[in-house]
């Protein structure tokens, strides 16, 4: 695979047989650049927003805590109080917002070109709407994974259950509204950026296409911190990578992440109950394959094997 260099004055990417940029025509400095360091950015990347959260969840909870400490109690080695949730979706709101706010104030300052590390081609109508459906396929996707997991041993079902009243009790007090902008909307475009946006990228630098999404998946189910979204965090995070690929387009990842998060909020529980519906339901996650196909047969003479091509 050809190496690629950055152009220090434009910063566009050039592989390594041009002397000169192809973008301003600057003489290129070839530097280099290994996969160790790659891997090293990737990491500090996703530490600073994970560092992001935890200092803004500390700054914006202990006030609130302070203030309700009357209410507190521990459930499952998990202190509840009066307005937590509130407290902990707004840290992930300004936590994700702050991290936006970083990347943008870096390429300002910087007179980076956006393009090489992020793309964000017009999208039509067809691809608009099959990236509505591959987001909702994929809540129906996580929870076969979730199943097969299961079944396999991987999860108990006291994981599942305790996992479930966790999430219950951290923002299961907040507005549906609230839950809606911080999980559904603010988080998942922080989250895009981050890991389709600058994660991918950089290791497709150093690595073919299929291994730079396997790797952006994996390490996008790791920043969930827990075992269960982990696991249906690394498939879908996988398929939103290859969407991102097939389109060449930013606004579709984003599109269904904001879709599956979204409508896993409001999707009804009695749904997931009944045992025939949930069955019939399983069987939406079908979407996804097809939806991506779907993206790949109709952008095939503009498949981006390579993004920093």
Known sequence: MKKRYKCKQCYAINIDAYDHCVSCGAPLKHPKSTLFRVVFHVL???GLYIGLQALLGIIVTIPVFLKNI??????????????????????????????????????????????????FDKIGLTQLIWAVI??????????VILAVSEYVGILSVDTLKGYEEEMAALIGQSPVWLIVLTVG???????????????????????????????QGILFGLFHLNLVQGLYASVT?????????????L????????????????????????????MMLLSLMLL??????????????????????
């Open 185 to 215: 909307i603010i988080a998942p475009i922080a989250e895009e950026l981050l890991f389709r946006g600058l994660i991918l990228h950089l290791f497709n630098r150093h690595l073919n296409i299929r291994p730079a999404l396997i790797i």
């Open 251 to 278: 606004w579709v990842p984003i599109l269904i992440h904001i879709v599956n998060n979204t409508s896993a909020v409001l999707l009804p529980d009695s749904l997931m109950n009944d045992p025939v519906i949930y």
């Open 44 to 46: 500090g990347l996703m």
């Open 70 to 119: 009357d209410s507190a109690e521990v459930i499952d080695g998990i202190a509840i109080f009066d307005h937590s949730s509130d407290a902990i979706l707004t840290s992930i709101v300004l936590s994700a917002v702050l991290f936006i706010s970083i990347i943008v104030f870096y390429f300002y300052r910087r007179r980076f070109s956006v393009r090489p590390l992020y793309r």
């Open 134 to 143: 591959i987001g909702f396929g994929c809540i129906f996707l996580s929870q």
């Open 288 to 309: 996804v394959p097809l939806g991506l196909w779907v993206l790949y047969r109709e952008n095939q003479g503009k498949y981006i094997l390579d993004l920093n091509a």
């Open 237 to 249: 995070g996988i398929a939103m990578g290859m969407a991102y690929v097939f389109t060449g387009s």
